[in-house]
């Protein structure tokens, strides 16, 4: 298990409404095709945390590349206002942080997690709004 954060480009709070839900279902679509779970999520207005467990046979640098690539692509290409923010073709910042949480309890994970949760989105299941 892996908790990982990365953030918006200038950490600009763009992933907001309808923003912030079409990124929520991208990173859900990367991590079905990849065979991820997400254990706890939350996608805020300028960063992304997730919780996961994944197969061995993937790095979770492969993971955050394909993720951030194909979040970032879809989202300037169907939000046009992405692209007066963002020159170029990115919207994530470069790099992530992602942790083990071998001997982190999940329990303090899921704590740490549900303190950045939107209480309006207690229908959303493992991937939350902020």
Known sequence: MVHIVWVTKYRYPVLQGNIQKRCRELVMQVCDAE???ILKGV???DHVHMHIEYPPKLSVSN???R???RTSRILQGEFPELKKRYWGKHSWAIGYGAWTTGNVTEELVQEYLEHHRN???KDLGS???E
Do not use: A, E
């Open 63 to 65: 993971f955050v590349k």
């Open 127 to 129: 991937m939350l709004l």
């Open 43 to 45: 996608v805020s207005k």
């Open 35 to 37: 065979d991820v779970r």
């Open 67 to 69: 993720v951030k690539g």
């Open 119 to 121: 209480p309006s989105n």
